[in-house]
């Protein structure tokens, strides 16, 4: 979508390694957030921000930490990469009425 | 806490025949609920959604789903499928009232569509 874009598209990765993703809009909302989608699971909620610099859990956060020192990026850290990180991350963004919009996606395998 | 179930993990329909995906949800208060559809390498894209009044809702390509408090649903319908319908359609809630408004997702309906 226009007003989301997500980097990298794909990376791959050591494990053991640190790996950051980003996500960047240009709507100027609020709300953003992260996901992973594993076959089977769904889309499942990593952190999500409320604001600049207000971030908190979703439900699978361990091996994950996030930042947002600007309204329109929100960057996704995995501080030491592991084989159960690899999957597809999604970010998102919601404005009013929870109109939420979805990035591209991002594919991460760490080898 | 919410939660999202999609009873059925891949379908499969001929094209021109009708559709129904199921999807159930566990919240004690209003929910919104979503239909997002994704293509395969593709993003999601919003199909509808509700968040009060009629509980039938109209959607983009010809979808429609209809909320029953009751049963605790909100399945999503189509009259007669198109080949391009073939994708992952995922069922989300959203407590009602919240101020940060976290999508819980179920786990995903595959629909593969037969010529």
């Known amino acids: 979508d226009a007003g989301i874009t997500q980097s990298p598209r794909h990376k791959v990765t050591e494990t053991g390694t640190p790996v950051t993703l980003r996500c960047h809009q240009t709507?100027?909302?609020?709300?953003m957030y992260w996901y992973r989608q594993d076959p089977g699971h769904g889309l499942r909620l990593i952190h999500y921000s409320y604001g600049v610099k207000d971030t908190d859990k979703g439900e699978v956060s361990d091996g994950y930490s996030v930042s947002r020192s600007k309204t329109e990026d929100f960057l996704l850290t995995l501080e030491s990469a592991t084989s159960s990180q690899t999957s597809v991350y999604f970010c998102a963004i919601s404005g009013q009425n929870y109109g939420y919009t979805f990035g591209s996606g991002t594919r991460l395998t760490v080898v | 806490a919410q939660s999202v179930t999609q009873p059925d993990i891949h379908i499969t329909v001929s094209e021109g025949a009708s559709l129904e995906l199921r999807c159930n949800y566990s919240y004690g208060a209003t929910p919104y609920l979503f239909w997002y559809v994704q293509s395969p390498g593709q993003g999601l894209q919003l199909l509808l959604k509700?968040?009060?009044?009629?509980?039938l809702v109209q959607g983009i390509k010809g979808f429609e789903a209809e909320f029953k408090r009751s049963q605790s649903s909100f399945n999503l319908r189509k009259p007669s499928v198109h080949w391009s319908d073939a994708a992952e359609y995922f069922c989300g809630l959203v407590a009602g009232g919240t101020s940060y408004g976290k999508l819980t997702f179920g786990q995903g309906t595959i629909l593969t569509v037969h010529p």
């Open positions: 509700y968040f009060s009044g009629d509980t």
């Open positions: 709507e100027n909302h609020r709300y």
